[in-house]
């Protein structure tokens, strides 16, 4: 039987392709990996749409139970990861794969939009992106350099930078889990998701900025903030960082570009946007 990898698009139950849904179809349990995206809508919607039950994947039963919940079930049966955006967005996904093919498991994997190529509408040249670097809450105001040092080295060679902005998907702490296995009718609690907004990225760049002084984050360099790419009401501002951090850009999810050398086409797609 079959392990398929479904990427379901960017916004809602609506954007999987044909061909995802009728592999969703013919599957006998469907997961969809909540932790590195979010649809803009509750999984009923895809429910409703597939007539199957979905199951949520947490963190760990994609990363540490894969083979008990998806490879074995997968020599027997049709099992499908749903995962928003396109599979090969985050690279939890291609493990996954390496991992079922060593067990001789078939997989599919069936493509969709990813925020790799969404960006595309804010008009700066895909060909034109540099590494891709993600930003993350700091821990015990502990500020990881590495968005910084990605940011300068592709401004170096005249190119952008797509930074993803940190997800904090809370799972249930150990006593919490040990609590509801010494009692069935105890539901573990979780702290609130936290998705980082465009504002916060930025305040974390210009904190590195701060500390090194090697002039890559000024205050009235242009950055572009965007939200929600592929939904009806999405969002893209393309304005001086100082600006930028006074803009509310809503729901998440939010990214930051931080443009290269602009080739005069693309300036003119950027004045779409001020
Ligand atoms: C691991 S990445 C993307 C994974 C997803 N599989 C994909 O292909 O789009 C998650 C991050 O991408 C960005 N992102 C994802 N979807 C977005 C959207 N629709 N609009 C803006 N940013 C988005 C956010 O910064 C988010 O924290």
């Known amino acids: 039987m079959t392990l398929y990898l479904i990427g379901i698009g960017l916004a809602d139950e609506k954007d999987i392709t044909l061909k995802g849904l009728e592999a969703v179809k013919s599957c006998d349990y469907i997961y969809l990996e909540h ?12 429910e409703s749409l597939y007539g199957k039950e979905v199951i949520v994947a947490s963190r760990d039963l994609v990363e540490k139970e894969a083979e008990e919940k998806l490879i074995n079930p997968a020599k027997e049966k049709n099992v499908a990861l749903l995962v928003v955006g396109d599979i090969f967005g985050a690279t939890t ?65 005249g190119l952008h930078t797509l930074c993803l902005l940190d997800i904090k998907v809370a799972e249930p702490s150990k006593e919490e889990l040990l609590k509801s296995a010494r009692d069935p009718n105890y539901v573990p609690k979780t702290m609130p998701p936290r998705y ?19 002039g890559v984050i000024l205050k009235d360099d242009f950055a572009i903030g965007v939200a929600r790419l592929g939904h009806d009401d999405f969002k893209i501002v393309a304005a001086p960082i100082e600006e930028l951090l006074n803009v509310d850009f809503g729901a998440p999810l939010h990214s930051i570009i931080i443009p290269g050398t602009l080739h005069h086409i693309e300036e003119e797609s950027l004045s779409m946007w001020k």
């Open 196 to 214: 980082m907004t465009v504002k916060q990225g930025l305040e974390v760049l210009i904190h590195i900025e701060d500390e090194k002084k090697e």
């Open 93 to 157: 996904h291609s493990d996954l794969m390496l991992r079922a093919k060593e067990e001789d498991v078939k997989v599919v994997p069936i493509f969709n939009v990813s925020v790799l190529n969404a960006v595309g509408i804010v008009g700066l040249e895909l060909y034109k992106y540099g590494k891709t670097t993600s930003i993350v809450f700091p821990d015990d105001d502990w500020y990881p350099s590495t968005p910084y040092d990605v940011i300068k080295q592709n401004k170096s060679l």
């Open 35 to 46: 932790y590195t995206s979010i649809l803009g809508v509750d999984k009923n919607k895809l």
